[in-house]
T-cell receptor, first 116, second 113 residues
Framework: AQSVTQLDSQVPVFEEAPVELRCNYS??????LFWYVQYPNQGLQLLLKYLSGSTLVESINGFEAEFNKSQTSFHLRKPSVHISDTAEYFC??????????????FGQGTILTVHP | KAGVTQTPRYLIKTRGQQVTLSCSPISGHRSVSWYQQTPGQGLQFLFE???????NKGNFPGRFSGRQFSNSRSEMNVSTLELGDSALYLC????????????FGPGTRLLVL
């Protein structure tokens, strides 16, 4: 069975400071990894994903995450945050086919609060 | 392309009633997955449909059911509502051929009184 642990439930940070949201996963098979963001009263928006290839993936709004297979981690980073990055962030994992069809396993979420 | 749409956006029901939620996937997507989001349990997978067949299901009681139509639209039904069913119900669509990215709708917020 797959599981995801987001190590911080809340991360406060000042505007323009760097931030790292930590995610570790557990799986016995190859995985695909995702970060989603949720703004209040909205659904989930895809931030970035790792399916294969380069272990460093980037989003269009400055976030990046690195897949580390040996440490089973997929931490999310941004070098300089904005007030508008305030939201809840979810790390998710899925596996190839079978019992993983259409199933994302999510972490508990990290609330990022950016202060002016 | 239009995104995933869900109707209704908000619902208030009383215990014992049943409810049906609807999800229209992105055009061309054949897989629809449903999730329940609550403050206590987080995001939990309910089930997934592909080409009108349930391919996968999570660990929810039989009161939770779903179906998918030939146009890939999906509905989920909850019978005999309980207070604990109050949640945000999210659906997501993907092409469905492999473990592709899922795209989420805005959700239906259900309140059970």
């Amino acid at each position: 069975a797959q599981s995801v642990t987001q190590l911080d439930s809340q991360v406060p940070v000042f505007e323009e400071a760097p931030v790292e949201l930590r995610c570790n996963y557990s799986s016995s098979v190859s995985v695909y990894l995702f970060w989603y963001v949720q703004y209040p009263n909205q659904g989930l928006q895809l931030l970035l994903k790792y399916l294969s290839g380069s272990t460093l993936v980037e989003s269009i709004n400055g976030f990046e995450a690195e897949f580390n297979k040996s440490q089973t981690s997929f931490h999310l980073r941004k070098p300089s945050v904005h007030i508008s990055d305030t939201a809840e962030y979810f790390c998710a994992v899925s596996g190839p086919g079978g019992t993983s069809y259409g199933k994302l396993t999510f972490g508990q979420g990290t609330i990022l609060t950016v202060h002016p | 392309k239009a995104g995933v749409t869900q109707t209704p956006r908000y619902l208030i029901k009383t215990r014992g009633q049943q409810v049906t939620l609807s999800c229209s996937p992105i055009s061309g997507h054949r897989s629809v997955s449903w999730y329940q989001q609550t403050p206590g349990q987080g995001l939990q997978f309910l089930f997934e449909y592909f080409s009108e067949t349930q391919r996968n299901k999570g660990n929810f009681p039989g009161r939770f059911s779903g179906r998918q139509f030939s146009n890939s639209r999906s509905e989920m039904n909850v019978s005999t509502l309980e207070l604990g069913d109050s949640a945000l119900y999210l659906c997501a669509s993907s092409p469905g051929l492999n473990q592709e990215t899922q795209y989420f709708g805005p959700g239906t917020r259900l309140l059970v009184l």
